[in-house]
């Protein structure tokens, strides 16, 4: 059964980080395309990051240069590290291996003073 646990949301001041993790569970991370989202009320789910099953990583210009997108094959887990955030990154965030469009639940995180 393919699964997608996201943790690491919370809440954090302007420029500060915090590390999302999606752990997987079913097929082989190493080899998968996996996307980060996020999703903002009344907005659709845009795309922030992506890393294709051979290891090239792709941004969105809003956070190109603050977030990083990794994956940890032994722990079958995907990264977004996420620096120097601002008030817009909030909103939930979504994990998801593109090649079978399965989803996670979200986790959110919160940029305010």
């Known amino acids: 059964q393919v699964q997608l646990v996201e943790s690491g949301g919370g809440l954090v001041q302007p420029g500060g980080s915090l590390r999302l993790s999606c752990t997987t569970s079913?097929?082989?991370?190493?080899?998968?395309?996996m996307n980060w989202y996020r999703q903002t009320p009344g907005s659709q789910r845009e795309i922030v990051a992506l890393i294709s099953s051979s290891g090239i990583t792709d941004y969105a210009a809003s956070v190109k240069g603050r977030f990083t997108i990794s994956r940890d094959n032994v722990k079958n887990t995907v990264y977004l590290q996420m620096n120097s955030l601002k008030p817009e990154d909030t909103g939930v965030y979504y994990c998801?291996?593109?090649?079978?469009?399965?989803w996670g639940q979200g986790t959110q995180v919160t940029v305010t003073s």
């Open positions: 079913g097929f082989i991370v190493s080899i998968a395309s």
């Open positions: 998801r291996n593109s090649q079978r469009n399965i």
